[in-house]
C-alpha cells in the first residue's frame, strides 16, 4: 500500500482543532479512525495491479542523437477502473538530459477490460543496447488516498547505433567515384587496371592506350579504356585498445574511427569491393564477414560497431597482426584504424607491419587532436609558451612516427575527426585510380 499526499493534508487538517481545542487520544481517534476507513475502502477500490497485463512494441533500433519511440500497452482485465501512475524505467544514458527523463513516467486511466498505449521517447547518449528495467504502477482508488503498487518485468532492447555522421560527404565520393569508372562526362577517362572497352581515338587521348591490333582491323584508330578494379577485398581493422579511449573534443578516439570505418564501407560497397570488419585489442570484439559485394554489409557493419566500446589494455600487435592475415587469406587492403603515439607503433605495430606488408596493402589511419595544434600555435604568457613548446614536441614525435611508416610501403591518413572520414574516403579511391588495391 502507498498512501498519497491527499492522505496526509487531511490527517494534518483533521488533527490541527483538535490538537489546538481539546488535546487527547479520544480527539485524535475520532479524527483518524474515519480517515483510516477511508483509506481501506479506497485502497479495496483500486484496480489490482498484479493481474495487469504489458506489451512493447516500437522502435528497436536508433541513431545515438536520433529519438526513438516505445509503445508500452496496459491491458487492465479486471472489472474497476484503473487510475494510474507508471514509470517506465530505461537507464540514466537513455537521454541525453536529465529533464528528457520525465518521458518515462505516465499518469492514464483505464476502463475495466480495456487498454492504453502509452509512448516513451528515448534521446540516448551512449552507443550500445538499451535494455529497459521494471515498469512500477500505481492504482489508486476512486478518493485518491490510497494505492496499490506494483513491479512487472517487460523486456524490450534498443540498440543504440553510430551516428554516421560522415554520410553528408558520400555524394561528393561517388561523384568522384563514377568519374574513375569512367561513367560520367569528364576530361579524362577513368583510370584503373581492368579492360572496359574500346571506342574511336580522340585528340587528347593517351597514345599508349592505343590498341593497335584492334586499329588493323577496323579502319579508325581504337584505344582501349579502363576502369577502377571491382570485387577487391578490403578489411577495416579497429583498435579498441586503451588509446582508442582518449577523448578528442567531444567523442573518443573510437567513436571518430567508427565514422571513418562507415564512410569508406559505404563507398567501398558502391563501388563493387567486399568488405569485412574486425575489432581487436586482445581478442577479436566484433567481426563482419562482408561475403559477396553489396547486400546488407553496411548495415551489418553498423550494428556490429553499435555495442562496441574501449577496452583499457594494452593491444596486442602480433596478435592483431595474425588475426588480420587470418580474416584477409587472399590479397586484400587492410584498413588499421589506430593511435600514431610513438611507444604503440614502434613497439608493436612496426615489428609486424613486413608480415603485412609482404601479401596487402596496408592503409594506416588515425585521429588527431585539433587541441595540440591550438597548444602550438599559443603565445602571450609564460603559459601559453610551456603549452606551446608541448604541442610543438607532441606534433614533432607524431610526424616522426608518422614517416616510419611510408618506409614500410604504408599509406598514412592522419586527421582531425572531423576530416579523417572524408580523408582516408579520398586515400581509398587514390589508391583504386593507381591500381594498388
Known amino acids: 500500500m502507498a498512501l498519497t499526499g491527499r492522505t496526509a493534508l487531511l490527517a494534518a487538517l483533521g488533527s490541527l ?20 476507513l477511508a483509506i481501506l475502502c479506497d485502497y479495496a477500490l483500486a484496480a489490482p495491479v498484479r493481474s495487469l497485463r504489458f506489451t512493447r512494441s516500437g522502435d528497436t533500433s536508433v541513431r545515438l542523437g536520433d529519438t526513438a519511440q516505445v509503445q508500452l500497452t496496459v491491458t487492465n482485465p479486471s472489472r ?11 537507464p540514466p544514458s537513455s537521454w541525453s538530459s536529465e529533464a528528457e527523463q520525465a518521458a ?12 492504453v498505449r502509452l509512448t516513451t521517447f528515448l534521446r540516448p547518449a551512449r552507443r550500445g ?28 532492447a534498443v540498440r543504440v547505433l553510430p551516428p554516421f555522421t560522415s554520410r553528408k560527404h558520400l555524394p561528393s565520393r561517388l561523384a568522384r567515384l563514377r568519374e574513375l569508372d569512367g561513367r560520367t562526362t569528364v576530361l579524362t577517362r577513368g583510370e584503373g587496371t581492368e579492360f572496359d572497352s574500346l571506342r574511336v581515338y580522340v585528340p587528347g587521348d593517351d597514345t599508349r592506350s592505343i590498341d593497335w591490333r584492334a586499329t588493323a582491323r577496323q579502319s579508325a ?56 570488419l574486425l575489432a581487436y585489442d586482445r581478442r577479436v570484439r566484433a567481426q ?26 594494452e593491444t596486442d600487435a602480433r596478435g592483431l597482426s595474425t588475426t588480420a592475415m587470418a580474416h584477409a587469406p587472399q590479397r586484400s587492403l587492410i584498413v588499421l584504424l589506430t593511435s600514431l603515439d610513438a611507444a604503440p607503433v614502434e613497439e608493436g605495430l612496426l615489428p609486424v607491419l613486413p608480415q603485412l606488408t609482404r601479401r596487402h596493402t596496408v592503409l594506416v589511419a588515425s585521429v588527431a587532436d585539433p587541441h595540440v595544434e591550438t597548444m602550438a600555435r599559443s603565445r602571450g604568457s609564460v603559459d601559453a609558451v610551456y603549452e606551446a613548446a608541448a604541442g610543438t614536441q607532441t606534433q614533432e614525435q607524431r610526424r616522426r612516427t608518422a614517416d616510419q611508416l611510408p618506409r614500410h610501403g604504408v599509406t598514412v591518413v592522419d586527421a582531425t575527426p572531423n576530416t579523417l572520414a572524408p580523408a582516408l574516403a579520398d586515400a581509398y579511391l587514390a589508391l583504386k585510380a593507381a591500381g594498388r588495391l
Request: aromatic content about 4%.
Open 129 to 156: 543496447d538499451r535494455l529497459p528495467d521494471r515498469v512500477t504502477v500505481r492504482s489508486f482508488g476512486p478518493l485518491g488516498l490510497a494505492a496499490r503498487q506494483g513491479r512487472h518485468d517487460v523486456p524490450w
Open 17 to 36: 482543532p483538535v490538537g489546538i481545542l481539546a488535546p487527547s487520544w479520544t480527539g485524535m481517534l475520532a479524527v483518524n479512525a474515519p480517515l483510516s
Open 104 to 115: 518515462s513516467h505516465h499518469r492514464f486511466t483505464v476502463p475495466a477490460g480495456e487498454r
Open 288 to 313: 563482419v564477414r562482408g561475403g559477396a559485394a553489396g547486400g546488407d554489409v553496411l548495415s551489418s557493419v553498423v550494428n556490429a560497431m553499435a555495442p562496441l566500446e574501449p577496452e583499457l589494455v
Open 221 to 276: 584508330v581504337a584505344v582501349r579504356t579502363w576502369r577502377p578494379e571491382r570485387d577487391r577485398h578490403i578489411l577495416i581493422v579497429l583498435d579498441t585498445g586503451r588509446t582508442s579511449a582518449g577523448r578528442v573534443g567531444d567523442v573518443p578516439r573510437l567513436d571518430a574511427a567508427m565514422d571513418a570505418a562507415l564512410l569508406l564501407t559505404a563507398l567501398a560497397v558502391r563501388a563493387g569491393d567486399r568488405v569485412n
Open 80 to 90: 474497476r477502473r484503473l487510475r494510474a501512475h507508471l514509470r517506465d524505467a530505461w
